[in-house]
């Protein structure tokens, strides 16, 4: 069977109240529950702020690229995905 539509849901800056990794968890596992329900085949997670707790534990797999954060006329080194964050305003 051929398939021809594939749909993903993403998920990029997310956090739970205190940073507290159950809630983290207990986030990303009703996100995932819900993408299910809604018929999505994949689920990206971007690996920013808190989300190292969660890959593990929830079974994420390492992708097959580079996700390069790109802000326009910033120069910034290089850091760990954890410390790397963004305010919307």
């Known amino acids: 069977m051929e398939h021809k539509i594939l749909n993903i849901a993403y998920a990029s800056y ?3 109240k205190d940073n507290d990794s159950t809630r ?7 996100m995932l529950i819900m993408a299910k329900q809604k018929g999505f085949d994949v689920f990206n997670l971007t690996e920013v702020l ?3 707790k969660v890959v593990d534990d929830l ?3 390492v992708g097959d690229g580079q996700l390069k954060h790109y802000f326009y006329n910033w120069n910034v080194q290089a850091c760990e995905a954890e410390d790397i964050g963004m305010i919307m305003l």
């Open 14 to 16: 997310c956090v739970a």
């Open 24 to 30: 983290i968890k207990q986030l990303y596992k009703d």
């Open 50 to 52: 808190q989300h190292k």
């Open 59 to 61: 079974l994420f797999r």
